[in-house]
């Protein structure tokens, strides 16, 4: 195992996608096997040893940054499997800091797919199983939570969980774990309020039929450490395509949305309109890719990014459907752009990836964080959550930008603050929207997570009560509470750590 205490080195652990200043650590330590970690955890329980799980450190919510104690870094669980085909599919074991990029490859050479699409592709795997990370294809293939199938963690105490899908399912609402040592953990599932939507990334996972596995899934490094997951593979499409529709106002591209999302779900079904992925860019959102991607329309308002699968023998009546659905939506060939082949798709994802990046650019030089919004709403209460959007910015004056997961009823509002008073005033509108979406039944963060952030906003979905829950849960798996201290709840509602 190795130890590093260089603070120029512990200075590249503090640090991730979230722009969060905080971070310190007096130590990064970098455990090569399961015994070493349960090892090193075992004693920092004794000693009451704050530890911080860092992945790829792409998180934008600070879970990953420590606030004290020392870093478990899992860069050296970096081993893929082999694939087990089966006849739907397959599987594949991979170690916790595979990266994302990694997998989706390795899938495709066998001619399956990953089903989750993270925008971020350097992000571990443990990483999107601890954030329950999520992307563009999502709409069809949900969150990576449906793509789990077992996973292998240690816990603080040095013992050893290992649980497959389907092996431990909620019964009177006790959760069980059955753990190497023998032991069982047996808890209640947190009580925590019904959401009117599935995506969700906020807290831990509860519902009166859950898989205990689906507890581990989304917990921000709380519980335990992951060193080992097994996901499911689907055979790949035999063809996508990529389209970017410009419309000339945004009102235009919000209806086109519904239609789009109606049609998938079969309600008003259009022909051959059932993308894999919906996505929305605002004007400000196109505004800010135009230095680097010159051939943006001008006329365009807003753009919708699609992605749609096809088969062998049917790409080309998949091609006419799209083409006809736009030529009755009056959108003319020069706003559409068209990618079949893999180079052209993949400069449209290097232009759906690029927003976030620029956005991050801009916050890193003006040294304010961005106040960005995670947001997923019921379908029924998209428009109006949008509403409250577009009036809470315009009459801000701050400069913003509206983008993400249409498809979903799931849209990221960033803020970009140049002074400590537009920070301000940027947070307090979140706050706004924040309790409009959650009196909407929807939830404050869709797919990146509470982390050390957003208490505030999740407070407003579980109120004091659903702390104390998590808190319960998390004193069930983590006893000496050492794990990821902060994220998700403030930590005095463990009290202190020595
Ligand atoms: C440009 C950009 C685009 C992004 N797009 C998306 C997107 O489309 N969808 C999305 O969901 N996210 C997105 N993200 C956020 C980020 O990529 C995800 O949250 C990702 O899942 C983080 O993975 P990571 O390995 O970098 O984790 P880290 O940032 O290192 O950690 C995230 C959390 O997971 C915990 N953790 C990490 N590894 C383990 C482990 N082995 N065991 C237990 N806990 C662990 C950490 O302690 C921390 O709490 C984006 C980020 C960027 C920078």
Redesign the pocket.
């Known amino acids: 195992m190795l130890i590093k205490t260089d603070p120029a080195i512990i200075a590249g652990y503090l640090e991730?996608?979230s722009g969060y200043t905080e971070g310190c650590a007096t130590q990064v330590v970098i455990p090569e096997t399961e015994a070493e970690i349960a090892e090193y955890l075992n004693a920092a329980s004794q000693r009451r040893e704050a530890i911080?799980?860092?992945?790829?450190?792409?998180?934008?919510t600070a879970?990953?940054v420590p606030q004290n104690g020392s870093i478990l870094s899992?860069e050296r669980f970096d081993q893929l499997g082999n694939i087990e085909k089966t006849p739907d599919g397959g599987s594949i074991l991979a170690q916790?800091a595979v990266r994302l990029d990694t997998l989706k490859a390795t899938a495709l050479a066998a001619r399956l797919l990953y089903g989750p699409d993270?925008?971020?592709r350097t992000?571990?795997l443990?990483?999107?199983v601890?954030?329950n990370?999520?992307?563009g294809q999502c709409f069809k293939y949900g969150t990576t939570r449906e793509h789990v199938l077992g996973l292998t963690m240690i816990l603080s105490t040095g013992e050893k969980l290992r649980l497959e899908r389907g092996q431990s399912l909620c019964k009177n609402n006790i959760l069980r774990f059955p753990l190497d040592s023998g032991r069982n953990i047996e808890c209640q599932r947190p009580q925590l309020p019904t959401l009117k939507v599935d995506k969700n990334a906020a807290g831990y996972y509860s519902t009166p039929e859950m898989d205990a596995l689906d507890l581990l899934i989304g917990m921000?490094?709380t519980l335990g450490?992951?060193t080992e997951i097994k996901l499911k593979l689907l055979p790949a499409p035999a063809g996508i395509f990529s389209l970017v529709i410009f419309f000339p106002t945004q009102a235009a591209a919000l209806e086109c949305a519904g239609q789009i999302r109606n049609s998938s779900q079969g309600n008003q079904p259009i022909a051959g309109i059932a993308p894999a992925s919906l996505e929305f860019m605002d004007i400000h959102s196109l505004n800010l890719l135009k230095p680097n991607f010159s051939t943006i329309p001008a006329v365009g308002q807003a753009a919708l990014l699609i992605e749609q699968e096809h088969t062998l023998e049917s790409e080309g009546q998949a091609l006419s459907h799209w083409f006809d659905y736009c030529t009755d939506l009056n959108v003319p060939e020069n706003l559409i752009w068209f990618a079949q082949t893999e180079k052209d798709r993949e400069r449209i994802r290097a232009f759906r990836?690029a927003l976030?990046?620029v956005v991050?650019t801009i916050v890193r030089q003006r040294k304010f964080r961005k106040v960005g919004t995670d947001m997923a709403v019921p379908e029924s209460e998209f428009p109006g959550m949008f509403e409250v959007y577009a009036q809470g910015l315009n009459a801000s004056g701050l400069e913003y930008l509206i983008f993400g997961h249409i498809g979903e009823c799931h849209l990221h509002v960033n803020v970009l603050p140049k002074t400590q008073a537009e920070f301000d005033q940027a947070k307090a509108m979140y706050l706004n929207f924040a309790q409009q979406a959650v009196q909407r039944g929807g939830t404050v963060s869709a797919?990146?997570g509470i982390?050390k952030i957003k208490h505030d906003f999740f407070q407003l979905m579980v109120g004091a009560h659903g702390f104390q829950e998590i808190a319960r849960v998390k004193r069930c798996f983590d006893p000496a509470l050492i794990l990821?201290r902060n994220?998700i709840f403030p930590e005095h509602f463990l009290g202190a750590l020595i």
Do not use: Y
């Not at 911080?52 to 934008?60: E, K, N, Y």
């Open positions: 991730d996608a911080t799980i860092s992945g790829g450190r792409t998180g934008v879970g990953c899992l916790s993270p925008t971020e992000g571990t443990g990483g999107n601890a954030t990370a999520s992307g921000d490094g450490v992951i990836h976030p990046e991050n797919e990146h982390g990821n994220n």
